[in-house]
């Protein structure tokens, strides 16, 4: 591989500017810019009206296991389709702000990595409820809580990295003012485990979807319809993937 000089950077891929590389492709990063911001809302509205804290949730889980499994379901799956809408905004910014692109970029992955994390332990501890009943889930959630792991040094960039983002977003003319502050608004997004719904989550995935979702209608609108044969071939692999995660 060669270096070559892009605008507002180095580039090193095979010759072409980094810019110029459109990985993940324009339908992955529709998909993650229209349906990562409203189901990450979606996820937030559903469980809103409990208390914030943990014994709360896992007993709001014991109630009505069919709402908080969607909730928080549609929560985790929101924040996993991020990525590609975080590696369409870093494209778009790289050519004129190539360093507020890349440390943003990468510190906000490296967060939605942790909230991954975070959506597992959710996960198990409803399986708690389940499994032991809503009393030794609160315990055992209750005397393991704040145990080390390796994604808790990731804290800074859940936090950080959307403002840094941000800043490169407004820097770089890809968003706007407006759009970027609702971007930033993102790092007041509560993070943790079986964390509930206040005011600032609603603002921050509220924000997000301000954000992300005008721009994921332009990329969708930027190009041609795919095949015909695309979309049950989705569908089948979609389906494929199902029944392949049930079989264990």
């Given at each position: 591989?060669?270096?070559?000089?892009?605008?507002?950077?180095?580039?090193?891929?095979?010759?072409?500017?980094?810019?110029?590389?459109?990985?993940?492709?324009?339908?992955?990063?529709a998909?993650?810019?229209?349906?990562?911001?409203?189901?990450?809302?979606?996820?937030?509205?559903?469980?809103?009206?409990?208390?914030?804290?943990?014994?709360?949730?896992?007993?709001?889980?014991?109630?009505?296991?069919?709402?908080?499994?969607?909730?928080?379901?549609?929560?985790?799956?929101?924040?996993?389709?991020?990525?590609?809408?975080?590696?369409?905004?870093?494209?778009?910014?790289?050519p004129?702000?190539?360093?507020?692109?890349?440390?943003?970029?990468?510190?906000?992955?490296?967060?939605?990595?942790?909230?991954?994390?975070?959506?597992?332990?959710?996960?198990?501890?409803?399986?708690?409820?389940?499994?032991?009943?809503?009393?030794?889930?609160?315990?055992?959630?209750?005397?393991?809580?704040?145990?080390?792991?390796?994604?808790?040094?990731?804290?800074?960039?859940?936090?950080?990295?959307?403002?840094?983002?941000?800043?490169?977003?407004?820097?770089?003319?890809?968003?706007?003012?407006?759009?970027?502050?609702?971007l930033?608004?993102?790092?007041?997004?509560?993070?943790?485990?079986?964390?509930?719904?206040?005011?600032m989550?609603?603002?921050?995935?509220?924000?997000?979807?301000?954000?992300?979702?005008?721009?994921?209608?332009?990329?969708?609108?930027?190009?041609?319809?795919?095949?015909?044969?695309?979309?049950?071939?989705a569908?089948?692999?979609?389906?494929?993937?199902?029944?392949?995660?049930?079989?264990?």
């Open positions: 591989m060669r270096q070559c000089a892009g605008a507002g950077g180095t580039g090193w891929i095979d010759g072409m500017t980094s810019s110029s590389v459109d990985f993940p492709g324009r339908w992955a990063e998909a993650g810019l229209l349906l990562g911001p409203v189901l990450m809302l979606a996820g937030v509205l559903l469980r809103a009206g409990t208390d914030g804290f943990f014994p709360a949730q896992l007993a709001a889980f014991a109630a009505d296991p069919a709402r908080m499994s969607l909730s928080y379901g549609a929560f985790a799956a929101g924040n996993v389709l991020l990525w590609p809408a975080v590696i369409a905004l870093v494209r778009r910014v790289w004129a702000q190539p360093r507020w692109a890349l440390w943003g970029g990468t510190l906000v992955l490296l967060g939605l990595f942790a909230r991954t994390f975070h959506a597992g332990v959710n996960h198990l501890a409803f399986q708690l409820v389940d499994v032991q009943g809503v009393r030794t889930a609160q315990q055992a959630v209750a005397d393991s809580y704040g145990a080390f792991h390796v994604f808790q040094p990731l804290s800074f960039a859940i936090f950080f990295g959307w403002i840094v983002l941000a800043v490169g977003t407004w820097r770089a003319g890809v968003l706007g003012p407006v759009r970027s502050v609702a930033a608004s993102m790092s007041a997004l509560p993070l943790g485990v079986l964390k509930g719904t206040g005011p989550s609603v603002v921050a995935t509220a924000g997000l979807c301000v954000a992300l979702v005008p721009l994921g209608l332009r990329v969708l609108r930027d190009g041609p319809a795919p095949r015909w044969w695309a979309y049950p071939l569908l089948a692999l979609g389906g494929a993937a199902v029944l392949l995660g049930l079989a264990g």
